[in-house]
T-cell receptor, first 111, second 112 residues
Framework: AAGVIQSPRHLIKEKRETATLKCYPI?????VYWYQQGPGQDPQFLIS???????DKGSIPDRFSAQQFSDYHSELNMSSLELGDSALYFC??????????FGPGTRLLVL | QQQVKQSPQSLIVQKGGISIINCAYE??????FPWYQQFPGKGPALLIA?????SEKKEGRFTISFNKSAKQFSLHIMDSQPGDSATYFC???????????FGKGTRLSVIA
């Protein structure tokens, strides 16, 4: 069965640089969620989109923005990167309020 | 304030034993309770989930017990195997396209 696809899988950036993470949800899924997970932490919700409209907003810094495109893929744009942004970033997708399925994640390292 | 409280933080179980992880919640708007298994560097994978109108759900070696009045639920892993060694997260979600609220996680080690 098709799963959530995330790219890139690994990313290394310098402080103050910009990064773009991409997420391709499971086909037919209408909702995309972004989570951030620090080492030894539980995933923290950042933002979500339902049918290409922002539906919920969590602890997402103002330096970050995201959108969902007409083909339902989503991108998380991160600017002015800080050392503390180093984490695993997960995308999850769901269909009509059902279970969220997670992608493999993007490991971001900010130097 | 942690909306979903999970314990223990870590757990060591002998191979073949039963692993038990407990979670508690306060928000009565939660109506779906999934458990996720996560290996290092991987994404959380759905293990099993339950709704509050059911007191128990079993899938293979994994069982969720749910106590709606106490607002508590637990995961039981029967015949625990070394391959079950991972971090387990309980989570809760309200109706609608809402985000998951996770517990802090339990690091399970199954030793031979």
């Amino acid at each position: 069965a098709a799963g959530v696809i995330q790219s890139p899988r690994h990313l290394i950036k310098e402080k103050r640089e910009t990064a773009t993470l991409k997420c391709y949800p499971i086909p037919r899924h209408d909702t995309v969620y972004w989570y951030q997970q620090g080492p030894g932490q539980d995933p923290q919700f950042l933002i979500s989109f339902y049918e290409k409209m922002q539906s919920d907003k969590g602890s997402i810094p103002d330096r970050f923005s995201a959108q969902q495109f007409s083909d339902y893929h989503s991108e998380l744009n991160m600017s002015s990167l800080e050392l503390g942004d180093s984490a695993l970033y997960f995308c999850a997708s769901s269909f009509q309020e059902e279970t969220q399925y997670f992608g493999p994640g993007t490991r971001l390292l900010v130097l | 304030q942690q909306q979903v409280k999970q314990s223990p933080q870590s757990l060591i179980v002998q191979k073949g034993g039963i692993s038990i992880i407990n979670c508690a919640y306060e928000n009565t708007a939660f109506d779906y309770f999934p458990w996720y298994q996560q290996f290092p560097g991987k994404g959380p994978a759905l293990l099993i989930a339950i709704r509050p109108d059911v007191s128990e759900k079993k899938e293979g070696r994994f069982t969720i017990s749910f106590n709606k009045s106490a607002k508590q639920f637990s995961l039981h892993i029967m015949d625990s195997q070394p391959g079950d060694s991972a971090t387990y997260f309980c989570a809760a979600i309200s109706r609608g396209n809402t985000p998951l609220v996770f517990g802090k996680g339990t690091r399970l080690s199954v030793i031979a």
